[in-house]
């Protein structure tokens, strides 16, 4: 038998870099990063968006959505209820030429218009049923994603303090639990899922800059846990 110790070896040895490794699945080539819409937030934006649309157009047609007007039945008729629990929705606002429910209403379209848009992307370029976009249009959908997020979480703070700021002055007459049912629990989903959505879009995005960064180790879920020696 003929001895191949003293032979040098005659085909390299395989790459293994993480850009190589990331860029083959299953025996061919695919994304190094992409995204994958989350249900959740899939969800969110298919209940908050008509919402928020409704709630746009009564700020705008007021005084005609408003109680009395020739548009307030049927489609505005709650707001009877919620401009007594928040007057920044009732007569005193209006009266008053109070600007603020216009201004975040205004703020509104911007947040909707490209909420849409992600949806659009999502829905046009997702590949799957899953949706899952490729990394070009991943990484779009992400940071307007994200973008949007923090400003719908820093406008519904921003809300709040209003009326932290000015003594509760729109809302502190309400007893604690037409407060806690009418005002806190709907206005609060508009802090707790956004605030969601902003962990999940940043978590792709920083993931995939871990990718580019040559950091295979990197899950886009979770950091690595600490060992007991570090």
């Not at 860029?23 to 968006?49: A, E, F, N």
């Not at 009564?58 to 505005?76: A, C, E, K, N, Q």
Request: net charge neutral.
């Amino acid at each position: 038998m003929v001895s191949t110790r003293s032979h040098k070896t005659e085909f390299p040895p395989p790459d293994l870099s993480p850009s190589k490794a990331l860029t083959r699945t299953g025996g061919r080539r695919s994304s190094k990063w992409h995204h994958t819409p989350d249900p959740i937030v899939l969800l969110w934006l298919l209940i908050s968006l008509p919402l928020v649309t409704w709630d746009t157009g009564y700020v705008f047609g007021r005084p005609y959505t408003m109680p009395d007007g020739w548009l307030h039945s049927p489609i505005w008729t709650p707001y009877a209820l919620y401009g007594t629990v928040d007057y920044i929705y009732g007569w005193k606002a209006w009266n008053e030429h109070n600007g603020f429910t216009a201004a975040q209403a205004s703020l509104n379209i911007v947040e909707s218009v490209g909420y849409v848009g992600y949806l659009w992307v999502v829905w046009k370029f997702g590949e799957g049923e899953k949706r899952v976009l490729p990394s070009a249009w991943g990484g779009v959908a992400c940071l307007v994603g994200f973008a949007l997020s923090v400003m719908t979480v820093s406008k519904t703070v921003l809300y709040w303090l209003n009326e932290s700021f000015s003594g509760f002055e729109n809302i502190g007459h309400n007893d604690p639990l037409s407060l806690l049912f009418l005002w806190i629990i709907p206005n609060g989903a508009w802090l707790v899922l956004p605030t969601y959505m902003g962990y999940v879009f940043a978590r792709d995005i920083l993931h995939g800059l871990a990718i580019a960064s040559g950091d295979a180790s990197s899950k886009p879920a979770r950091a690595a846990t600490p060992t007991k020696d570090e």
